[in-house]
């Protein structure tokens, strides 16, 4: 085989793949949007689209679902509960790791050492391990069933301190800190107005990573919420498979409802986000 | 400005002490105390909601549990009971090959599909980098319930869509293939690809950035194949990061829970077959209500995790003590 047929065999070979990896990808999306919008009976009678005459019968497609959902099921609720939740543990939670990243990147202390080495082991500490005790606990602190149960339990994680640790040591020079003492500002104005500006990209990242583990969870909503109407998402979405089993139209709707404001969020988020994500990995 | 004269809140010890007119002998035993007011809302956070559950969970696994209320001590004998429970042995099992199937079948179409991805002149490069990311940002909870319906018999997706792809070529696929009946871990591995193929991808072309262009073109000058150049060149420049993404990929997985919780109904699938580890503490701790045997079962999980994370370490270290 010649050099020149190689090189057009592997064009097509590359792009063939990542193709099919594409398609493959967006299938499933395509399936589950599509059937958000139809009768049990439209379900069974057509894959994707429904088609008549070669050509697609969008008249056969229903927003009834949407309107079940919303009208008898109150689903907004569960929406509403899921942007709180999530919103609050997202800020909280970055501005939580910020200030301890900064602490542990920029000032000497006793106990220094022993903080980051216990952050770094903390990383280590599958979620699961503490899923029984903290449940134990909160229902000592009688949180179980409150949305305060969800969210104190998720405002610490330790790999943020370290990601912002990481991001402040490399991105905030001590000149800056120093000139901006000179000129009379405060340890806190230093933080708010030097240091969380110069790790915005991190701010962003993390942001989306907590809101997005929030928004995601489910066996800690699941074990915690009893009350139906503090399901976040997650678990109103499961709770639509256990009740209305043959309802897929209303199954699928409610997990369009639960994916399309993540999907919006990564799209304006997505270029910081996944440098973000990586830089971590790579750097180290 | 007036001296410090209270401690209320951060603040305002925070500007006393980074003002410069402010005496040093007074304020140096405040500013000793600012890295540990900026690290407080954590430290507090992650004393109560961490380290004491992690405690605590020592101390529940050596209780039996009903309820979170009443414990009764029994010593090592959940462990015990753990090492000869067959179902435990079951979850573990299960748990392993998804976490293999992911390793062995994932990370490598990862790193090919971030291969291609490289091609020099491509046109929507970002796009397809975005759209195979995506899906990770679907919540588990949400994947498995598109999966559910995806691979059910009959309606399904996946059944509907082999059938009428396999029948251009002759091949008549069965819509009764039992998919969630009784390829309960291809269908587990199947659609964690799904969720997680572009993600590891990602990582892997972050990586790909740092394969150097110039090595490169002396290995093509030096007549080297791309076979080999991509084992002497490529390799050895991706590898800290393939370990890092290869260590999440089995930390993840054994976690595996919501996937099979949710595609089987709260159930672990026919005849345990999606038993997993996590599941299997859920079962316990929040079906059966013996949060001391799930916490048992915790203990397990962590032991495996950190020993994954020992070896992965080791390699890492006696690779850079080689080169």
Same mark, same amino acid.
């Given at each position: 085989?010649?050099?020149?047929?190689?090189?057009?065999?592997?064009?097509?070979?590359?792009?063939?793949?990542?193709?099919?990896? &594409?398609?493959?990808?967006?299938?499933?999306?395509?399936?589950?949007?599509?059937?958000?919008?139809?009768?049990?009976?439209?379900?069974?009678?057509?894959?994707?689209?429904?088609?008549?005459?070669?050509?697609?019968?969008?008249?056969?497609?229903?927003?009834?679902?949407? $309107?079940?959902?919303?009208? #008898?099921?109150?689903?907004?609720?569960?929406?509403?509960?899921?942007?709180?939740?999530?919103?609050?543990?997202?800020?909280?939670?970055?501005?939580?790791?910020?200030?301890?990243?900064?602490?542990?990147?920029?000032?000497?202390?006793?106990?220094?050492?022993?903080?980051?080495?216990?952050?770094?082991?903390?990383?280590?500490?599958?979620?699961?391990?503490?899923? &029984?005790?903290?449940?134990?606990?909160?229902?000592?602190?009688?949180?179980?069933?409150?949305?305060?149960?969800?969210?104190?339990?998720?405002?610490?994680?330790?790999?943020?301190?370290?990601?912002?640790?990481? $991001?402040?040591?490399?991105?905030?020079?001590?000149?800056?800190?120093?000139?901006?003492?000179?000129?009379? $500002?405060?340890?806190?104005?230093?933080?708010?107005m030097v240091v969380l500006p110069l790790v915005r990209p991190m701010?962003?990242?993390?942001?989306?990573?907590?809101?997005?583990?929030?928004?995601?969870?489910?066996?800690?909503?699941?074990?915690?919420?009893?009350?139906?109407?503090?399901?976040?998402?997650?678990?109103?979405?499961? #709770?639509?498979?256990?009740?209305?089993?043959?309802?897929?139209?209303?199954?699928? &709707?409610?997990?369009?409802?639960?994916i399309v404001p993540v999907m919006i969020l990564f799209l304006v988020?997505?270029?910081?986000?996944?440098?973000?994500?990586?830089?971590?990995?790579?750097?180290? | 400005?007036?001296?410090?004269?209270?401690?209320?809140?951060?603040?305002?010890?925070?500007?006393?002490? =980074?003002?410069?007119? !402010?005496?040093?002998?007074?304020?140096?035993?405040?500013?000793?105390?600012?890295?540990?007011?900026?690290?407080?809302?954590?430290?507090?956070?992650?004393?109560?909601?961490?380290?004491?559950?992690?405690?605590?969970?020592?101390?529940?696994?050596?209780?039996?549990?009903?309820?979170?209320?009443?414990?009764?001590?029994?010593?090592?004998?959940?462990?015990?009971?753990?090492?000869?429970?067959?179902?435990?042995?079951?979850?573990?099992?299960?748990?392993?090959?998804?976490?293999?199937?992911?390793?062995?079948?994932?990370?490598?179409?990862?790193?090919?599909?971030?291969?291609?991805?490289?091609?020099?002149?491509?046109?929507?490069?970002?796009?397809?980098?975005?759209?195979?990311?995506?899906?990770?940002?679907?919540?588990?909870?949400?994947?498995?319930?598109?999966?559910?319906?995806?691979?059910?018999?009959?309606?399904?997706?996946?059944?509907?869509?082999?059938?009428?792809?396999?029948?251009?070529?002759?091949?008549?696929?069965?819509?009764?293939?039992?998919?969630?009946?009784?390829? *309960?871990?291809?269908?587990?591995?199947?659609?964690?690809?799904?969720?997680?193929?572009?993600?590891?991808?990602?990582?892997?072309?972050?990586?790909?950035?740092?394969?150097?262009?110039?090595?490169?073109?002396?290995?093509?000058?030096? =007549?080297?194949?791309?076979?080999?150049?991509?084992?002497?060149?490529?390799?050895?420049?991706?590898?800290?990061?393939?370990?890092?993404? !290869?260590?999440?990929?089995?930390?993840?997985?054994?976690?595996?829970?919501?996937?099979?919780?949710?595609?089987?109904?709260?159930?672990?699938?026919?005849?345990?077959?999606?038993?997993?580890? *996590?599941?299997?503490?859920?079962?316990?701790?929040?079906?059966?209500?013996?949060?001391?045997?799930?916490?048992?079962? =915790?203990?397990?999980?962590?032991?495996?995790?950190?020993?994954?994370?020992?070896?992965?370490?080791?390699?890492?270290?006696?690779?850079?003590?080689?080169?």
């Amino acid at each position: 085989m010649s050099l020149r047929m190689t090189r057009v065999l592997a064009w097509i070979w590359t792009r063939g793949v990542l193709l099919l990896a &594409a398609v493959l990808t967006l299938i499933p999306f395509a399936w589950l949007v599509a059937s958000s919008f139809k009768s049990n009976e439209e379900f069974f009678r057509s894959t994707l689209l429904p088609v008549e005459n070669r050509r697609i019968a969008w008249e056969r497609l229903t927003t009834e679902p949407y $309107a079940r959902l919303f009208r #008898e099921m109150d689903f907004s609720r569960g929406l509403v509960n899921s942007l709180f939740l999530s919103s609050v543990t997202g800020i909280v939670a970055t501005l939580c790791c910020a200030m301890g990243g900064y602490a542990l990147a920029k000032y000497k202390f006793r106990g220094r050492g022993l903080c980051t080495a216990l952050v770094l082991a903390a990383v280590l500490i599958p979620p699961p391990l503490i899923i &029984a005790p903290t449940y134990q606990l909160l229902y000592r602190l009688d949180l179980l069933d409150s949305f305060a149960g969800l969210i104190l339990p998720a405002l610490a994680p330790a790999f943020g301190v370290f990601l912002f640790r990481q $991001a402040i040591v490399s991105g905030v020079p001590n000149d800056l800190l120093e000139a901006a003492r000179l000129d009379g $500002a405060g340890e806190w104005r230093t933080f708010v107005m030097v240091v969380l500006p110069l790790v915005r990209p991190m701010i962003g990242t993390f942001l989306m990573v907590t809101f997005l583990g929030m928004w995601n969870n489910f066996i800690a909503p699941q074990v915690i919420i009893q009350d139906p109407a503090r399901f976040p998402l997650s678990v109103a979405v499961a #709770e639509l498979r256990r009740g209305y089993y043959n309802d897929y139209g209303l199954q699928m &709707a409610g997990t369009v409802v639960s994916i399309v404001p993540v999907m919006i969020l990564f799209l304006v988020m997505q270029k910081d986000f996944v440098s973000g994500l990586t830089s971590g990995a790579v750097k180290a | 400005m007036t001296p410090p004269t209270s401690t209320r809140g951060a603040t305002r010890i925070a500007e006393a002490v =980074g003002d410069a007119h !402010v005496p040093r002998r007074r304020s140096r035993g405040l500013a000793g105390l600012i890295p540990w007011l900026f690290l407080s809302p954590f430290l507090v956070c992650f004393a109560l909601f961490t380290l004491y559950p992690l405690v605590q969970s020592v101390v529940l696994s050596m209780q039996t549990t009903f309820g979170p209320g009443a414990t009764r001590f029994v010593g090592v004998s959940n462990y015990r009971g753990l090492m000869q429970d067959p179902l435990f042995w079951t979850a573990l099992r299960n748990t392993a090959v998804y976490t293999l199937g992911s390793l062995f079948i994932q990370l490598p179409l990862a790193l090919g599909l971030a291969l291609g991805l490289e091609t020099p002149n491509l046109r929507g490069r970002g796009w397809v980098r975005l759209l195979l990311f995506s899906p990770s940002m679907v919540g588990v909870v949400f994947a498995a319930m598109m999966f559910s319906l995806i691979f059910e018999k009959q309606t399904g997706l996946a059944n509907q869509g082999l059938r009428s792809l396999l029948s251009m070529v002759g091949v008549d696929w069965s819509l009764d293939f039992g998919w969630l009946q009784q390829h *309960v871990m291809a269908t587990l591995i199947i659609a964690s690809l799904w969720m997680y193929v572009g993600f590891n991808m990602t990582f892997f072309s972050a990586a790909l950035q740092n394969v150097r262009k110039d090595l490169i073109e002396a290995s093509v000058v030096d =007549g080297a194949g791309p076979i080999r150049r991509f084992w002497t060149v490529t390799v050895p420049a991706i590898r800290p990061v393939a370990g890092f993404v !290869v260590l999440m990929s089995v930390i993840g997985s054994f976690q595996l829970f919501e996937l099979p919780f949710i595609m089987f109904n709260n159930t672990a699938g026919p005849d345990n077959r999606a038993m997993t580890i *996590v599941l299997y503490l859920f079962q316990n701790g929040f079906e059966t209500g013996d949060l001391g045997y799930a916490s048992a079962i =915790g203990w397990a999980l962590a032991v495996i995790l950190v020993a994954c994370a020992a070896v992965q370490r080791l390699t890492a270290r006696g690779e850079e003590a080689a080169t």
